[in-house]
Nanobody, 124 residues
Framework: QVQLVESGGGLVQAGGSLRLSCAASGGTFSRYTMAWFRQAPGQEREFVALMAWSTGTTSYTDSVKGRFTISRDNAKNTVDLQMTSLKPEDTAVYYC?????????????????WGQGTQVTVSS
């Protein structure tokens, strides 16, 4: 069983930056594809970014490309999401997710473990 705990959310003005972090425990972290999703009020949870477990390949949803960067530290069992040039439409609860091995996917059903989420609010 893997436990995921996110941190780093908060309130920031448009154009600002935030760094989210997710700490994992309870599994062999390096064998998990790690991803970030987000959910705005009244909307479905959507994929933001992932880093594959075996190759380190990254993938981003189009709306965050060039602004967000996902990274991981297998020694510390953490995955971070550096967010820059934030926009009001980035406001959401951000969730960390883990998938054991397998092909990296962008669907919520493809991930086995989830954190509790951290709120990111971007003011205009």
């Amino acid at each position: 069983q893997v436990q995921l705990v996110e941190s780093g959310g908060g309130l920031v003005q448009a154009g600002g930056s935030l760094r989210l972090s997710c700490a994992a425990s309870g599994g062999t972290f390096s064998r998990y594809t790690m991803a970030w999703f987000r959910q705005a009020p009244g909307q479905e949870r959507e994929f933001v970014a992932l880093m594959a477990w075996s190759t380190g390949t990254t993938s981003y949803t189009d709306s965050v490309k060039g602004r967000f960067t996902i990274s991981r530290d297998n020694a510390k069992n953490t995955v971070d999401l550096q967010m820059t040039s934030l926009k009001p439409e980035d406001t959401a609860v951000y969730y960390c997710a883990a998938r054991y091995r397998g092909l990296a996917g962008t669907g919520t059903s493809e991930y086995h473990y989830w954190g509790q989420g951290t709120q990111v609010t971007v003011s205009s």
